[in-house]
């Protein structure tokens, strides 16, 4: 084992070593200088753009930490105040710029000789995107859709019940599901919906305010809708609207049934007239809740060994965050929900978030965010800023096949083979649950926004058709309809990231063909992997899949035989 490294940012070369970001004025001069300067060679326009990345790196790194602070403790006003600072004070000036900076280097008479150099050519694309869509109309739209984004992790962050008269996040009560004793899963399962039911109409009220807003950007684009905006905006140059369509249709014909089956065998298993949603998570055959870790030391210092196992290098970045203070593990109240790896640009090493209790899906969380945060790390010497960015499909590729690499180090966790054998058949479950809730949630999204002027009685008949599509029919939601058609209202993406989803299911597929190459030759697979995350966004999608050795695809036979490749697995099991 290596000793931790702690970590510095490199040296600056356009900024001073010093700067720190206090207002705007202190910036300005700063952005001037590179709107003013005078480019007149092939090397003026790359020391331009390295000029460019240093301080775009500063920026985000700001945010980054005014964000992580804030959602660490949603209830300290001062962070909030910190980080609204930065969306209404730092942002709207800058955006005006960054349009400014785009047209700069794309009418540059010297971008012809380097736009199509390894990593530049992506960048290029993404300059050109960024150019259709900017519009100076847009910036206080903008700061306002950010600020109405903050309010829901404010309301989520404050739901809480209370259990036999302990205070519990929804996280901690949500763990109680697994418990063997139906009839305490069912009056957790409603104190839980019961919570949420109370934030209902202002969560709908929300989603509506942030449709029209999102909508108005997209108008004022030119775009006929904020989907058609979005692929632009999200650089998504490798696929379409028509791929995503392809995509649930491949999910519904290839693991819905598989799912469905799956749900039906456990009612089965558990001998129930009525399958129910609180009958979901706890183990058919009564056995009580696995636990996995005991608190954050713990799942941390274990999952510090399994990256080892699999390569000592990634076990290092881990210890360096550890060192650094780069990690919030566990949960509590004015915590936010969720979990995030937050890549930090100048400095490269992440922050961690997550809400750990002490559950398998906790565990594969962090499992998750690790191979995140390994991404982070591999890229963090990349030359330019936008290179460290890759798109979420690659972003969710590292940290998605993390989860299944590290299956056979899952021992630490679980030292008795039944028990581990039961993990892992959980996990694979998993992908069988996940995969056709990732469609559901995206053919919704498309179907928002397609439909913006929609009222909430379209939205809820429009959910449940969806939801009905993608959903197994053995469980038995008599008399509690009205959550299954709110249920969508758990799921942040649709609040705080719109339309960034699919990458999940794109990358689940990408993350079983990872494994499935590392079941055959393990040393290989794992090089192959750490290959193609290392070339950050210096490619294309399509080709950081082939160096990780897999394909991006996701027609019907394609999933058809990974899922297959699934259910060998799970009947090994």
């Keep these: 084992m290596n000793t931790p490294s702690i970590l510095s940012r490199p040296e600056r070369h356009f900024l001073t070593n010093d700067f720190t970001l206090t207002d705007w004025a202190g910036l300005e001069p700063l952005f001037r200088d590179l709107a003013d300067r005078s480019i007149g060679s092939v090397q003026d326009l790359k020391q331009w753009m390295a000029d460019r990345s240093e301080l775009e790196s500063l920026l985000e790194e700001e945010m980054g930490w005014r964000y992580i602070r804030m959602t660490c403790d949603t209830s300290n006003a001062s962070h909030a105040e910190a980080f609204n600072f930065f969306v209404t004070e730092i942002e709207p000036n800058v955006a005006p710029f960054n349009d400014a900076f785009n047209r700069k280097y794309y009418d540059s008479p010297y971008r012809a000789e380097i736009s199509q150099e390894p990593g530049i050519n992506i960048l290029d694309k993404g300059i050109e995107g960024q150019l259709k869509i900017y519009r100076d109309q847009n910036i206080p739209l903008f700061t306002e859709i950010q600020q109405k984004q903050q309010q829901f992790s404010a309301i989520a962050g404050a739901m809480t019940v209370t259990l036999d008269g302990q205070e519990l996040t929804l996280q901690q009560a949500s763990t109680r599901l697994q418990e ?94 009525a399958l129910k949603p609180w009958d979901l998570t706890v183990d058919p055959v009564g056995r009580p809740a696995q636990i996995a870790f005991n608190g954050g030391e713990d799942l941390l210092a274990k999952t510090i060994d399994t990256f080892e196992a699999l390569k000592p290098e990634m076990a290092d970045y881990l210890r360096t965050m550890k060192v650094m203070g780069h990690l919030d593990l566990e949960s509590r109240k004015g915590k936010a929900p969720g979990g995030y790896n937050y890549p930090l640009d100048e400095i490269g090493v992440p922050f961690i978030f997550m809400n750990a209790t002490s559950t398998v899906r906790d565990m594969v969380t962090m499992l998750h965010e690790g191979g995140h945060a390994v991404h982070s790390f591999v890229t963090r010497t990349l030359p330019l800023n936008t290179f460290k960015h890759t798109p979420s499909e ?6 998605m096949s993390m989860e299944l690499l590290s299956l056979d180090q899952w021992y630490r966790f679980f030292p008795d083979p039944t028990e581990r054998r039961r993990a892992k058949r959980e996990h694979l479950e998993q992908i069988l649950e996940t ?21 909430l009685a379209e939205r809820e008949a429009n959910w449940l058709r969806i939801y009905q599509q993608f959903s197994p029919d053995v469980v038995d939601w008599t008399g509690i309809e009205d959550v299954r058609a709110h249920i969508w209202q758990k799921q ?28 055959q030759n393990p040393e290989l697979a794992i090089d192959q992997y750490l290959a193609a995350l290392r070339l950050g966004y210096t490619a294309s999608i399509g080709e950081i899949y082939e160096a990780a050795g897999i394909k991006f695809d996701f027609g019907a036979d394609y999933i058809k035989s990974l899922m297959a490749f699934v259910q060998a697995e799970l009947d090994e099991l």
Excluded at 234 to 253: I, K, L, N, Q, W
Excluded at 394 to 399: C, D
């Design 492 to 519: 942040l993406h649709l609040f705080e990231v719109p339309f960034y989803y699919i990458e999940y299911g794109m990358a689940q597929l990408g993350a079983v063909a990872v494994w499935r190459n590392y079941k």
């Design 394 to 399: 690659v972003a969710e590729l590292a940290s």
């Design 435 to 455: 995969l056709p809730w990732v469609a559901c949630i995206d053919a919704f999204q498309h179907w928002v926004y397609e439909n913006p002027n929609h009222n």
């Design 180 to 273: 063997p004793d139906r009839e305490l899963r069912e009056r957790v399962w409603h104190l839980i919906q019961n919570r949420r039911a109370k934030d209902r109409d202002a969560l709908n009220n929300l989603y509506t305010e942030l449709i029209q807003l999102r909508h108005q950007v997209a108008v004022n684009a030119g775009f006929d809708n904020f989907r058609d905006y979005m692929f632009v905006s999200m650089g998504r140059h490798d696929y379409t609207p028509a791929d995503c369509f392809t995509f649930h249709e491949a999910v519904a014909s290839a693991v819905v049934p598989l799912e469905r089956q799956m749900v039906a065998d456990r009612k089965a298993t558990m001998g129930l007239d």
